[in-house]
């Protein structure tokens, strides 16, 4: 079954400590794309890759990396310079320019002490 | 700035009502605008609109889209408990490749 796989469901760090969030997609989208999850504010783009080796910030990239090597992986990482980081994170995948839909992973969920 | 805002932010209604849910939204050149369903953790996809005054149904749930006025409703009827989850709003603007999602509406269906 082709799908989105995040990894870990729940993950939890110290202030001043970066962390990756994985993302493993074999749907052989060529499109990811990292949103972030705040009560009350819907979804915000973080970074967004439209094929690898290439990526574009989205609208909140401060604080944040990303890389995408392989065409199925997309992990980012939550800087220490990140202000705010405990939110729930979501991975999404898509063929670019088909009018296609996200597919999303399941989320993973930061909380930063 | 590309903006979508979504209304009500929150409905509780009781099971068998049908409900609405408002999106509207300021793009530059309009391509798309998605209907999600989110649960407890991945966004599901409900529909896809591109253009003006044609319907999308799914069973209980149709949802249409009015480009002069620059809103979508998302209709649900004969709601179940089921139905309870947060629906969320995105367009996307030509050559942006990206989705700018509104805040969402977190519905609740009682038994």
């Known amino acids: 079954d082709g799908g989105i796989t995040q990894s870990p469901k729940y993950l939890f760090r110290k202030e001043g400590q970066n962390v990756t969030l994985s993302c493993e997609q074999n749907?052989?989208?060529?499109?990811m794309y990292w949103y972030r999850q705040d009560p009350g504010q819907g979804l915000r783009l973080i970074y967004y890759?439209?094929?690898?080796?290439?990526?574009q910030k989205g609208d909140i990239a401060e604080g944040y990396s990303v890389s995408r090597e392989k065409k199925e992986s997309f992990p980012l990482t939550v800087t220490s310079a990140q202000k705010n980081p405990t939110a729930f994170y979501l991975c999404?995948?898509?063929?670019?320019?088909?009018?296609?839909?996200?597919?999303f992973g399941n989320g993973t969920r930061l909380t930063v002490t | 700035e590309d903006k979508v805002v979504q209304s009500p932010l929150s409905l509780v209604v009781h099971e068998g009502d049908t409900v609405t849910l408002n999106c509207s939204y300021e793009?530059?050149?309009?391509?798309?605008l998605l209907w999600y369903k989110q649960e407890k953790k991945a966004p599901t996809f409900l529909f896809m609109l591109t253009s003006s005054g044609i319907e999308k149904k799914s069973g209980r749930l149709s949802s249409i889209l009015d480009k002069k006025e620059l809103f979508s409703i998302l209709n649900i009827t004969a709601t179940q408990t089921g139905d309870s989850a947060v629906y969320l709003c995105a367009v996307e603007g030509q050559g942006a490749q990206k989705l700018v999602f509104g805040q969402g509406t977190r519905l609740t269906i009682n038994p």
């Open positions: 749907l052989n989208h060529d499109a």
């Open positions: 999404a995948s898509s063929i670019p320019g088909l009018n296609s839909p996200l597919h």
């Open positions: 890759s439209q094929i690898v080796n290439d990526f």
């Open positions: 793009v530059t050149n309009f391509r798309s």
